[in-house]
């Protein structure tokens, strides 16, 4: 038998760890814009074409490379970041693994263009499947310039696997936003297909906050701001009133990464208790600055959970900041600051970071991952956070919300939704039909009309959901809503990262009535809306149907025209609560009775229930 072991050649054996690195463009972004803020930039401004998957650039004026760094980048483990093992406890870059690269060059066609302030000439370098294809001088300015197109043209697998360009692209703006609002002292500008959907200048955290979540904000943030031997936090959370129905603008950095934590999230919401309603999110964006020897760093590059050596501290230390700045601003009574004796008085707090635990840390799952080769993607097991899983449940209520239980589709409702409905069939709709026109609304939110078998009870809104749902549905499909022009076009503005959503819509809301034009600056102008809507709304209805179609976002089992039409019925439907004289109901329910499926509204809740006679007899024992 012939040996059969042998090394895989460097170009699959990258793509196969580009893997790790690059799951999606997003991830590509996410890399070059740290490489662009640890190389010093100023200014950093990225493109996009096709939502990455066919360019992402990223063009940056840091301290660019000399010719052989250039060519030594795309190597993998080349960095310039870390030397040693100890160093590794003092990271202050975004980047260290020397990894990016050489991942983008494995699946990507890549063009890099770099010079430093000292060289006369810089260096191009064309790459591809990892292979030089092209290096010669050039001239550039200092800086560097780094394009990758077609990512994933060689692992085909790996390219039908990437998501609508709608969903690629609210990752891109997820990462955009997690790296620019970490360093509002460096402009960013974000391009995508020739647009420009962010230009941040350079100002203050506030600033940045501002620009990046939309003027809302701008008169409606607290400062936290304490500082110990520990550890620092600083940064702002939204006052209560801001707080929304959709988890969207929390954000939360160590050391200006940012991270992503249940435990910590929890300290925050904790510390708005009583001050916002249970099912509403405030915003924050709070930055946590501590010694990097204290943290088990992430070291997956994409990893956004981390480890700190004393989570507990952390997390009362982040809930007490965010009380006492809460508590400046309120009329609430002065809450004690101070940290709990127990925390001060515990190890991590009272004694320096000693031998002991130095070498504590180098047998951690960190130390191991960089030394212990084969194992660098190592991702630790969740267990380790057990202990706090059950604290966490506890609230479990208000962390899930994010509308998915109101709108499963009817195809898979959660078997033990009480209010399950399927639709039913064409002879019952006949059957359960009112038999006249008496109608009776109760608490302005039900209506009781008599059938062949008895009566029903319709929940108005919920009726109307349904009749609003099937007409955009057949709007979509080709019977357009007639647009009645504004005469005075109300404009609206909206957070960047809206106007990339919206961006996206206008063809299908034009479908519905709605004619909405892009007016530059996350600007848009209403030019129309639906005929048979009272106008003067459409502001209002247009933001409240975005913040619903948010809710969906994550959801991957609709797609943005289902999205769409459900935020759009729910928004529109004349809600629970509403007085409706005769004329009202009888049109709501005569249209009701037109829809192909009554019974339910799109997300599997009941319009109607019926009682027929014969079951009320039987109660009143006739
Ligand atoms: P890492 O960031 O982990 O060091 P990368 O693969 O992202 O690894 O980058 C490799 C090296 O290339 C970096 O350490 C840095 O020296 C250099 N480099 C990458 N991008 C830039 C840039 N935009 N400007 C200057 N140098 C860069
Ligand atoms: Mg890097």
Redesign the pocket.
Known sequence: MPDIVQLLPENIANQIAAGEVIQRPASAVK?LLE??V??GATEIKLFVNDAGKALIQVI?N????SET?ARM?FERH????IKNIEDLFHIKTM????????SIAGVAQVELK?KKAEDITGTYIEIENSVVKTQQPIAVQQG?S?SMKNLFFNVPARRNFLKSNTSELRHIVDEFIRVSMAFPEIFFSFTSNGQQVFHLEKGTLKQRIVQILGNNYAAKLVSVQEETDYMNIYGFVGKPDTAKKTRGDQYLFVNNRFIKSAYLNHAVMNAFSDMIAKDSFPMYALFIDLDPSRLDINVHPTKQEIKFEDEKIIYAFVQSAVKHALAQFSVTPTLDFDLDISIQQSDAVSKPFTDDKRSAAASSSLYKTFTQKHQAHFIENKSDLQHWDSELSVVSGQLSVDGEKEFTSQGDLDKNNKTEYTPESLQKKEDKKPTNNNFIQLHNSFIIAENRNGFIAIHQQNAHERILYERFLNAIKGKPIATQRSLFPATIELAPGDTVLLNELLDDLKLLGYLVEPFGNNTFVIQGSPADVVQGNEKATLEKMLDQYKHFSNDLKFNKREKLLRSMAWQQSVKAGTSLDQKEMESLINDLFECETPNCTPNGKPSYLEFKKEELDKIFGR
Request: hydrophobic share 35%.
């Open positions: 890399e490489n662009a640890d190389a940056d840091g301290q660019g490379m760094d980048c080349a960095t310039s970041k980047g260290f693994r020397g990894e990016a690269l050489a770099t560097t780094i």
